[in-house]
């Protein structure tokens, strides 16, 4: 499995950019799949999920009303829409995708992709 994020940019605050996170070499649909991101000098955080068929998410309390994750099944990939963004939602937004298996869960990652929020 290959993830491939893209989208990532300077904006400034109160903005808006949606990343992409395309993926390849697996069933799309066996994945939930992940966004998380990492501020500099800071631990790697869980942002949002969707479920395998896009109709259950779930996201960190400082992005709620802000952020959308979806995906585009047919399209394999997946999306991260940032609304209002903030100084504090500066860092690498990587993509993860997690397969469940009997003796535990299959997960992948992306590279990453820099989002800086201008004050």
């Known amino acids: 499995v290959q993830l491939v994020e893209s989208g990532g940019r300077l904006v400034q605050t109160g903005g808006s950019l949606r990343l992409s996170c395309a993926f390849s070499g697996g069933t799309f649909t066996d994945y939930q799949m992940n966004w998380f991101r990492q501020a500099p000098g800071k631990a790697r955080e869980f942002v949002a999920v969707?479920?395998?068929?896009?109709?259950?998410?779930n996201y960190v309390d400082s992005v709620k009303g802000r952020f959308t994750i979806s995906r585009d099944n047919p399209a394999n990939t997946v999306y991260l829409q940032m609304n209002n963004v903030q100084p504090e939602d500066t860092g690498v937004y990587y993509c993860?995708?997690?397969?469940?298996?009997?003796?535990?869960?299959?997960?992948?990652w992306g590279r990453g992709t820099q989002v800086t929020v201008s004050s």
């Open positions: 993860k995708a997690v397969r469940p298996e009997a003796t535990g869960a299959v997960a992948y």
């Open positions: 969707v479920s395998w068929t896009g109709g259950n998410t």
